[in-house]
């Protein structure tokens, strides 16, 4: 089946240094992708929807500044933190849709943690 | 407007024992479902999904669900729990038309007992 890798599977970070984490689609091409972030013991939330080749559309409450999108190809796009804070700590998880499957492929998930 | 409600947010079953996890959804129009399995520490996999024809779906790992529109329920179930299905149960809503945004329930951790 389709699959969405995701890079790093973790990763420890200072504060105030940035992160980037990339999201690809293996064998599809997937001009839309999304981030979802997910705090512990909760749910996952839509944090953006990132389109190849044009702005990411992020959800209410989502700081577009420190949460830089970029769908750069059809088979990959980043997700980078910026200027990172504890708070930021968080499992984030990306998405992408086969064509034709009418479902969702999720990667694997990016465990950030900040100190 | 869409959501997702998941009763229970702790399950747990004895091994061999049915496995139930319920989940009711509201939808203006004709709902994809889906069920997803988190491992922790790991992504999401896709259980099984409904989208349109047959209201009974099996997926992975001998799950089912069924597709209710007069009760706009999606229930997952499992006849006989294995040690191995311990994981949490995240159902989920969107619909049709393109790239749509996926509404996740609050999730549901299923512990199994030996």
């Known amino acids: 089946g389709a699959v969405v890798s995701q890079h790093p599977s973790w990763v420890i970070c200072k504060s105030g240094t940035s992160v980037k984490i990339e999201c690809r689609s293996l064998?599809?091409?997937?001009?839309?992708m999304f981030w979802y972030r997910q705090f512990p013991k909760q749910s996952l939330m839509l944090m953006a929807t990132?389109?190849?080749?044009?702005?990411?559309?992020?959800e209410q409450g989502v700081e577009k500044d420190k949460f830089l999108i970029n769908h750069a190809s059809l088979t990959l796009s980043t997700l980078t933190v910026t200027s990172a804070h504890p708070e930021d700590s968080s499992f984030y998880i990306c998405?992408?849709?086969?064509?034709?499957?009418?479902?969702?492929?999720f990667g694997s998930g990016t465990r950030l943690t900040v100190v | 407007a869409q959501s997702v409600t998941q009763l229970g947010s702790h399950v747990s079953v004895s091994e061999g024992a049915l496995v139930l996890l319920r989940c009711n959804y509201s939808?203006?129009?004709?709902?994809?479902l889906f069920w997803y399995v988190q491992y922790p520490n790991q992504g999401l996999q896709l259980l099984l999904k409904y989208t349109t024809g047959a209201t009974l779906v099996k997926g992975i790992n001998g799950f089912e669900a069924e597709f209710k529109k007069s009760e706009t329920s999606f229930h997952l179930t499992k006849p006989s729990a294995h040690m191995s299905d311990a994981a949490e149960y995240f159902c989920a809503v969107t619909y049709s038309g393109g790239y749509q945004k996926v509404t996740f329930g609050t999730g549901t951790k299923l512990q199994v007992i030996p």
């Open positions: 998405s992408a849709t086969p064509p034709g499957e009418g479902g969702y492929t």
């Open positions: 064998d599809f091409q997937a001009t839309t």
């Open positions: 990132s389109n190849e080749g044009s702005k990411a559309t992020y």
């Open positions: 939808s203006s129009v004709p709902p994809y």
